[in-house]
């Protein structure tokens, strides 16, 4: 498989995977939810060697793609050109900023949710049980001893080897899980904003299923 990373949201979150992405070698194609004044220099400068282009290049020509966008705008991607692909659902439901989602159940998978939306995309829920000063904070390479641990959830065993290759390539020990368990990578869940290795995550998980 070439390394060819599309990323959708060009905010906090899509610019550090950018840089820890090609800073490993990967090939990164971005694109910007609404068009901002400057925003082609402002991607120069915080992501150089990436490509700022429109979001259907982005996805036509990348292995993996990955949601990073307010869950509340997901709806207004082109998902149906998301079929077959490989998705990493970076993201979280903030009432804050996202309000009540017609369809997302309180207790739920936020993933299960986006799934639903088109259920012919092969989505892994991944990265949104980190913040993104974690991200680059916490990468370390192959064999430290503090390796953050990064769930990989999906019950496409496919796709979720392809994500856990991104994530050990970006500087983190993979764990792959069915995504039955992706509600407990959410905001009140028992990983969440909290730095553990790949043994600690699976045992947090395993106790938070057992309850």
Do not use: C
């Amino acid at each position: 498989m070439t390394k060819r990373l599309g990323i959708i949201g060009a905010g906090k979150v899509g610019t550090t995977l950018g840089r820890l992405a090609l800073a490993a070698g990967w090939e990164v194609r971005i694109a910007a939810s609404g068009r901002q004044p400057l925003q082609d220099l402002i991607v120069e400068t915080m992501l150089p060697g990436a490509r700022l282009l429109p979001e259907a290049a982005v996805v036509a020509d990348s292995d993996v793609i990955v949601l990073a966008v307010p869950l509340s705008k997901v709806r207004e991607l082109d998902l149906d050109a998301l079929s077959d692909k490989v998705v990493v659902d970076a993201m979280n439901h903030w009432y804050p900023v996202d309000g009540n989602l017609d369809g997302l159940t309180e207790g739920g998978s936020s993933s299960d949710w986006v799934a639903a939306l088109n259920p012919r995309m092969r989505l892994v829920k991944s990265l949104n049980h980190l913040g993104y000063h974690d991200m680059e904070t916490d990468a370390r390479p192959v064999g430290h001893a503090e390796r953050r641990g990064v769930a990989v959830a999906s019950d496409d065993p496919g796709a979720n080897d392809i994500v856990a290759g991104l994530l050990n390539d970006l500087g983190f020990d993979p764990v792959e899980l069915p995504a039955a368990v992706g509600v407990h990578l959410q905001g009140d869940g028992p990983v969440f904003g909290r730095w553990v290795d790949a043994p600690g995550l699976r045992s947090a998980i395993a106790s938070a299923t057992e309850r």
